[in-house]
Every structure is written in C-alpha cells, then in structure tokens.
C-alpha cells in the first residue's frame, strides 16, 4: 500500500509491503527497510528496523497525531487535500475514498445523503489488529456508502463517495 506525505511542501511516497505477519518492507525512494512489529498496547508499538528497535506511542484527536519515538517527541498535524495543495478557497468536489489496506468494517456512523463536516468519523476499519476511523477527507453530501458493519474489504476498496 502506498501512502503520501508531506513535509515542508515536498510531497514523499511511502510504500508498505507486509512479506509475513507483523513483517513489513517499507519503500521510501530508492531506500528499503525491514521492519518487525510488535503490538504492545493499542498506542504503544516496538519497532524493529534493519536489528535497531524502537518504542513508538502514538496518541490522536481529531486535528494531530502525537508521535513519541523513544521518548523524543513529535507532533503530526492533520490536514485535508485543500489545505496541503494550499487551495483553502476550493471548493471541494466528489471525492472516492478507498481503503489502502485490507481490513473488516467495524461500524458505519453515517448513511447515503446525510451531511458531514471535514474530518468527521465516516466509519471505523479494523486492519492489522488496530481500529482506524476513516473521515471525510471534505464537507459535503455522503453520496455512497459501499461497506456494510461486519463486511471485510480488500486493499484499494471503495469505502465512500462525497460531493
């Protein structure tokens, strides 16, 4: 699965590759990483990458992600599409929101036609022992809602559309 990021305006592509269980290849440029995990917690991680092991804690709300990589910290904030392509003024437009990873629907909060703000909690996915909730990435109108609760879901699946 594949993932964008973005830092100091430049955008980075990272892929994750799971070889075997809780075993990872992450591809960032032409640089490869091996990397064990082990779930301590549903926050608290310990990260083997290339034989150096590392304690990561993770804590969210709805605006940051607070990162603490062996004790030193770092502070993820949360941006929409518009905000990092610096188009605040936009308007959104139907957006498809898939999943980057197989997983199993937990709960859908929202129905078709019912209205949302950005970064509401649209539903919760379960992948790889861990519950994500997927927001609208916009405001507008939930146009489609493909999953179902209970329902399991590959990799690059619709989860919902917004206009």
């Known amino acids: ?27 960032l440029g032409k640089r490869e990483y091996h990397v064990s995990v082990e779930f301590l ?41 518009s905000q990092i392509l610096g188009k605040k003024g936009a308007k959104p437009k139907k957006r498809n929101v898939k999943t980057s990873m197989p997983g199993r629907i937990v709960k859908v909060f929202v129905e078709e036609g019912e209205e949302v703000k950005e970064g509401q909690v649209v539903l919760v996915l379960e992948a790889m022992k861990m519950q994500n909730e997927i927001k609208s990435p916009q405001p507008g109108i939930i146009t489609k809602i493909n999953p179902a609760a209970g329902d399991s879901v590959e990799a690059g699946s619709l989860l919902f559309s917004i206009e």
């Not at 290339?50 to 940051?64: A, E, L, M, R």
């Open 41 to 81: 917690s549903s926050d608290e991680i310990l990260l083997n990458i290339d034989g150096k092991i590392h304690n990561v804690i993770i804590n969210s709300n709805s605006s940051s992600h607070s990162v603490y990589v062996n004790g030193r910290f770092f502070k993820i904030e949360k941006k929409s599409a």
């Open 1 to 27: 699965m594949n993932f964008s990021l973005w830092l100091d305006d430049k955008e980075f592509t990272l892929n994750l590759e799971e070889k075997v269980k809780n075993d990872i290849l992450v591809s």
